[in-house]
């Protein structure tokens, strides 16, 4: 079994008289996670928030009630808890009134769930976010060699748990994360009028990564206006199926200001939304794929090694770029990629000039572990 980086993380705040709330989305492993570190325990109650019963107990719940449901159990495990109407007042009311026991929710949609839980629990929570198996933790579990080897594999089918540990099975189990059960808690939403409309988007988003995007282009794409594109984008962000990074700019009147790329957190999802699962010797595609591995497996390590950073990129209006653009602690740091190490690459002098300071990096297959925080 792979172990994930947030196991000790989340042990580490165990009794510390605060609800843990793990978040992420659905099947990179929450809940096997949590069963990994407490399942022999016989003083946890599991609740799973997408069943009809469980909601039902929690629309009118009181202490009293919630006492009477824990009994003498330690801690308290929900599964899916944006799917429980008003959850954060009922995480609140069992985080205040049951100071004994040990609360810890996951939910797979921010928009359903931290909307909830922001006033509720402020100041009553830890948060940890959970994103499909990472470079780091593959190479903890086989090495860093094994793990470079199979490079061009995770290129075109990810990391998704059941992805990494069925090989010979992944397009089967892509098509279906990415036919539905991907985006159950958005189709829930009613926001969301037409889902068909929210697929062509995904598709569209798909084929541009690593580009900058357009909400004009991409509402005559899928047949909607410019707000509903914009809703759905952030909605797409809540549920952890994309990310955008918006454009750098501090002194240049050229710089873009507004611009935007989209990744997907997954480059198997992404591959899955436009059925193509070609090699990588054969697509014509591998620098956006090579771009949305760095860039995803980047927000993994930052975020698994709580490492508080801005992060862009950067363009001109001549077409000047940089494919990533990171700060952290007032210091800049550019990075380029290149799949082939021998591509020629080159940092815009109009940025070097700007930004004098900044440190200039140039990443590709042959010492991309060190972006990714491994030391070769």
């Keep these: 079994m792979i172990e994930r980086i947030l196991e000790k993380q989340i042990l ?10 793990l978040m992420g989305p659905r099947q990179v492993g929450k809940t096997t996670l949590l069963k990994s570190l407490f399942e022999k325990s016989t003083e946890i109650i599991w609740l799973n928030g997408d069943e ?20 003498n159990k330690k801690m308290i495990i929900i599964d899916e808890a944006q799917r429980i109407p008003e959850i954060g007042l009922k995480l609140k009311l069992i985080t205040d009134q049951l100071i004994n026991v040990q609360l810890i929710a996951t939910g797979s949609s921010a928009f359903e769930l931290s909307n909830k839980l922001n006033e509720p629990l402020t100041g009553r929570k830890w948060e940890f976010k959970m994103y499909p198996i990472s470079f780091q933790e593959m190479v903890n579990h086989h090495g860093l060699l094994n793990e470079i080897r199979l490079l061009p594999h995770r290129l075109v089918y990810g990391f998704y748990p059941d992805v990494v540990n069925h090989p010979g099975n992944e397009k089967e ?15 829930m ?24 995007v357009s909400y004009h282009e991409l509402a005559q794409i899928c047949g909607l ?3 509903t594109i914009e809703k759905y984008m952030m909605l797409l962000e809540q549920s952890y199926i994309i990310f955008r990074l918006t454009s750098f700019s501090r002194n240049q009147r050229n710089e873009l200001k507004k611009s935007r790329k989209v990744y997907f957190f997954d480059n198997g999802i992404r591959n899955s939304l436009i059925a193509n699962f070609e090699q990588i010797e054969n697509r014509t595609d591998i620098g956006a794929l090579w771009e949305n591995y760095l860039v995803s497996e980047r927000v993994k390590y930052l975020a698994y090694k ?8 950067w363009r001109t209006t001549e077409q000047q770029e940089i494919d990533y653009v990171e700060e952290e602690n007032g210091q800049l ?14 940092i ?3 940025f070097k000039k700007t930004y004098p300071t900044a440190t200039i990096n140039i990443i590709h297959r042959e010492n991309f572990e060190q972006f990714l925080g491994v030391k070769g």
């Design 12 to 21: 580490a705040k165990i009794n510390k008289k605060k609800a843990i709330i």
């Design 306 to 313: 709580q490492k508080w950073v801005n992060n862009w990129y």
């Design 225 to 227: 206006d410019g707000k």
């Design 173 to 187: 189990i892509l098509k279906q994360l990415s036919d539905s059960y991907l985006y159950k808690d958005l189709l």
């Design 189 to 212: 939403i009613d926001q969301i009028k037409k889902p068909s409309a929210l697929v062509k988007l995904l598709q569209a988003l798909a084929l541009q990564i690593g580009s900058q």
């Design 333 to 346: 740091s550019a990075y380029e990629f290149k799949w082939n190490p021998k591509a020629k690459a080159s």
């Design 348 to 350: 815009p002098n109009s």
């Design 52 to 71: 009809p019963d469980i909601q039902s107990i929690f629309e009118n719940i009181s202490s009293k009630r919630l006492e009477a449901i824990i009994g």
